[in-house]
């Protein structure tokens, strides 16, 4: 029986509204509000180095989600185990946070252990591997706090990892990681190297590690596990039960060749690593979902400096003052990557998913203030909750386990 002309017109206006939701997105500026970055985090800091705050307005630019039916609630998502959301503070480590709970479901997911990592062990490590890079290539890198979610890979394959408790990175006292001024003075101390053109690479580390040791302390070289003292290599091995070779990571652009290992060319991207198996988008975003589904998570990066992310409630779109759902794929996707209007500047990890009619919404862990800002004490707190459409346009790269994308690497180009 044929379909009704009228009954096809709307069959497909439902899909189209369904597709975002709603037909046509509105924006809105509204004045940026005081959120748990001011009035949390950097109140805490100031308070404990005895600084006044000082006042500032600014206007965003951001879509108007009002009287939309959000999915907000974590407890209506399939949930993969995952550790409580924690604080980055004011650093610009999220790469490290992301990634470090990452490990600590794969621990779960393989041991059963429940295990709290220490994230600044492998921020410490990360500034000494950044600091020799920088004197055996004569300065010719990018000096910044940021880094790439494959970078814990790389660390844990030469320092191991040790548990938070053993390791904070923070001063007695001090609520909130905080490294501006350390940054401060590692930037400095190797711009003024790269200056005199002394590469003394030995003279460097001691500067750099005399830096880190006072803001942060000296790192572990013992972890005791049973009643014996083993290395942290021991204990990721032996304890954790990782195997960082056993780890992927995906990327999708334009750029270069499919189902071949390609770099990903961007400042955080600082050793140059060309460990990213760059995929077409559709086995891009297949595998966000098979992952979640199949009991996997994923540690993900990507742009969130968009006014398809709404602070008040947490959630983020792709709107249709932006490009509509139809047109989202690999050339709109390049095409911002391109121009800087996608850019690289955030990491979070994915912990679950929901199926809708508007589509697969993701659960997102997240250590960054904006998904603080519900309030300490709601479900809500730490996550942001993803359209499938946001990751498609401006999720960059993907971390996980091999065992989650066997049929991708079975199509890898030799």
Request: neutral net charge; aromatic residues 12%; contains cysteine.
């Given at each position: 029986?044929?379909?009704?002309?009228?009954?096809?017109?709307?069959?497909?206006?439902?899909?189209?509204?369904?597709?975002?939701?709603?037909?046509?997105?509105?924006?809105?500026?509204?004045?940026?509000?005081?959120?748990?970055?001011?009035?949390?985090?950097?109140?805490?800091?100031?308070?404990?180095?005895?600084?006044?705050?000082?006042?500032?307005?600014?206007?965003?630019?951001?879509?108007?989600?009002?009287?939309?039916?959000?999915?907000?609630?974590?407890?209506?998502?399939?949930?993969?185990?995952?550790?409580?959301?924690?604080?980055?503070?004011?650093?610009?480590?999220?790469?490290?946070?992301?990634?470090?709970?990452?490990?600590?479901?794969?621990?779960?997911?393989?041991?059963?252990?429940?295990?709290?990592?220490?994230?600044?062990?492998?921020?410490?490590?990360?500034?000494?591997?950044?600091?020799?890079?920088?004197?055996?290539?004569?300065?010719?890198?990018?000096?910044?706090?940021?880094?790439?979610?494959?970078?814990?890979?790389?660390?844990?394959?030469?320092?191991?990892?040790?548990?938070?408790?053993?390791?904070?990175?923070?001063?007695?006292?001090?609520?909130?990681?905080?490294?501006?001024?350390?940054?401060?003075?590692?930037?400095?101390?190797?711009?003024?190297?790269?200056?005199?053109?002394?590469?003394?690479?030995?003279?460097?580390?001691?500067?750099?590690?005399?830096?880190l040791t006072f803001y942060m302390g000296e790192p572990p070289t013992k972890v005791k596990e049973a009643g014996k003292d083993i290395t942290p290599q021991e204990y990721m091995e032996k304890v954790l039960k990782i195997n960082p070779d056993n780890y992927v990571?995906?990327?999708?652009?334009?750029?270069?060749?499919?189902?071949?290992?390609?770099?990903?060319?961007?400042?955080?991207?600082?050793?140059?690593?060309?460990?990213?198996?760059?995929?077409?988008?559709?086995?891009?975003?297949?595998?966000?979902?098979?992952?979640?589904?199949?009991?996997?998570?994923?540690?993900?990066?990507?742009?969130?400096?968009?006014?398809?992310?709404?602070?008040?409630?947490?959630?983020?779109?792709?709107?249709?003052?932006?490009?509509?759902?139809?047109?989202?794929?690999?050339?709109?996707?390049?095409?911002?990557?391109?121009?800087?209007?996608?850019t690289d500047d955030h990491a979070m990890h994915v912990v679950g998913i929901q199926e809708r009619e508007d589509g697969s919404w993701f659960l997102i862990k997240d250590s960054g203030s904006g998904s603080r800002n519900c309030g300490e004490g709601n479900k809500?707190?730490?996550?942001?909750?993803?359209?499938?459409?946001?990751?498609?346009?401006?999720?960059?790269?993907?971390?996980?386990?091999?065992?989650?994308?066997?049929?991708?690497?079975?199509?890898?180009?030799?």
């Amino acid at each position: 029986m044929k379909t009704p002309i009228i009954t096809l017109a709307l069959l497909i206006f439902s899909a189209t509204a369904f597709s975002q939701g709603q037909l046509n997105d509105k924006a809105v500026y509204r004045n940026s509000e005081s959120g748990y970055y001011k009035n949390v985090i950097m109140k805490e800091i100031k308070s404990f180095n005895n600084k006044k705050d000082k006042d500032s307005v600014r206007r965003d630019f951001v879509i108007d989600l009002s009287g939309k039916n959000l999915p907000t609630d974590p407890d209506q998502y399939k949930k993969v185990w995952h550790t409580s959301p924690v604080s980055q503070g004011n650093t610009n480590t999220c790469w490290c946070y992301a990634t470090s709970s990452f490990y600590e479901s794969e621990i779960y997911r393989l041991t059963g252990k429940q295990v709290k990592l220490s994230e600044m062990y492998f921020v410490y490590w990360e500034y000494i591997e950044r600091t020799k890079y920088f004197i055996r290539n004569r300065g010719d890198m990018s000096i910044g706090e940021g880094s790439e979610t494959n970078a814990l890979a790389r660390t844990m394959k030469k320092y191991g990892a040790v548990p938070f408790e053993l390791y904070t990175g923070k001063k007695e006292g001090e609520k909130f990681h905080t490294h501006a001024k350390m940054f401060d003075e590692i930037k400095d101390f190797l711009r003024s190297m790269k200056y005199d053109n002394n590469w003394n690479e030995e003279s460097a580390l001691s500067t750099v590690k005399s830096i880190l040791t006072f803001y942060m302390g000296e790192p572990p070289t013992k972890v005791k596990e049973a009643g014996k003292d083993i290395t942290p290599q021991e204990y990721m091995e032996k304890v954790l039960k990782i195997n960082p070779d056993n780890y992927v990571n995906l990327m999708s652009l334009m750029v270069s060749p499919y189902y071949s290992y390609s770099l990903y060319d961007v400042p955080d991207n600082w050793w140059r690593s060309s460990d990213y198996l760059n995929v077409p988008l559709d086995d891009y975003m297949n595998a966000v979902k098979n992952a979640v589904k199949n009991g996997f998570t994923i540690s993900i990066g990507g742009d969130v400096s968009e006014p398809g992310i709404d602070r008040k409630t947490q959630v983020a779109v792709v709107p249709t003052f932006d490009i509509a759902h139809s047109n989202i794929d690999e050339s709109a996707r390049q095409m911002r990557f391109n121009n800087g209007s996608t850019t690289d500047d955030h990491a979070m990890h994915v912990v679950g998913i929901q199926e809708r009619e508007d589509g697969s919404w993701f659960l997102i862990k997240d250590s960054g203030s904006g998904s603080r800002n519900c309030g300490e004490g709601n479900k809500c707190f730490g996550y942001f909750f993803f359209h499938e459409d946001f990751i498609k346009l401006k999720m960059m790269t993907l971390t996980l386990h091999k065992d989650a994308v066997k049929d991708l690497l079975g199509k890898v180009k030799k």
